[in-house]
Antibody, heavy 120, light 106 residues
Framework: QVQLQESGPGLVKPSETLSLSCTVS????????WSWIRQPPGRELEWIGR???????DYNPSLKSRVTMSIDTSQNQFSLRLNSVTAADTAIYYC??????????????WGQGTLVIVSS | IQMTQSPSSLSASVGDRVTITCRAG??????LNWYQQKPGRAPKVLIY???SLQSGVPSRFSGSGSGTDFTLTISSLQPEDFATYYC?????????FGLGTKLEIK
């Protein structure tokens, strides 16, 4: 059974870069795309973007100028970097596998999530 | 694509039949997923492709709809069903979610 686990600092200073990693266990990373989703406390979910391979990623236009994703299938990991953070980036960050069947896509499974607070 | 859920909150009793609706800002065919989130936990997929039940999800959950209007129905509420439910479109990126429906015990 595939499991995902986020890791990274829980506190980031304003204007600095948020960096998170996600370790995938129990299955191969090949043939899937891998997403990051965030949720400000008490609020709705926001898709940040996804990565398929080292050469291919899609980002939410609302964050595209500040986001970089990378993947290392040999280490079973993928990562998120979000630069120039502000308090509005405070959220629980989830790493998620994107499943696909024919042309249908959905998120399963999810990591447990990691809270990142942006504060000086 | 904007996703509008209604109601935003709902009070119901164990055994009730409950329906939550989700409307897409444009047609998304059947590219609609439903998730359940309990406090302090990550969301979990219930329904994908508007009406396909994810493996392991109880059959009291069902989804329907196509185009712009969708529903999630719980046929007989159980105590463990009190949670927040989100719809999500997977028709075109950026994938977007509804604001959620909080289902509370009456």
């Amino acid at each position: 059974q595939v499991q995902l686990q986020e890791s990274g600092p829980g506190l980031v200073k304003p204007s600095e870069t948020l960096s998170l990693s996600c370790t995938v266990s129990g299955g191969s990373m090949n043939s899937f795309s891998w997403s990051w989703i965030r949720q400000p406390p008490g609020r709705e979910l926001e898709w940040i973007g996804r990565i398929y391979s080292a050469e291919r990623a899609d980002y939410n236009p609302s964050l595209k100028s500040r986001v970089t994703m990378s993947i290392d299938t040999s280490q079973n990991q993928f990562s998120l970097r979000l630069n120039s953070v502000t308090a509005a980036d405070t959220a629980i960050y989830y790493c998620v596998r994107e499943r696909q069947l024919v042309q249908l896509n959905w998120f399963d499974p999810w990591g447990q999530g990691t809270l990142v607070i942006v504060s000086s | 694509i904007q996703m509008t859920q209604s109601p935003s909150s709902l009070s119901a009793s164990v055994g009730d039949r409950v329906t939550i609706t989700c409307r897409a800002g444009q047609t998304i065919n059947n590219h609609l997923n439903w998730y359940q989130q309990k406090p302090g936990r990550a969301p979990k997929v219930l329904i994908y492709g508007a009406s396909s039940l994810q493996s392991g999800v109880p059959s009291r959950f069902s989804g329907s709809g196509s185009g712009t209007d969708f529903t999630l129905t719980i046929s007989s509420l159980q105590p463990e069903d009190f949670a927040t439910y989100y719809c999500q479109q997977s028709y075109i990126t950026p994938w977007t979610f509804g604001l959620g429906t909080k289902l509370e015990i009456k």
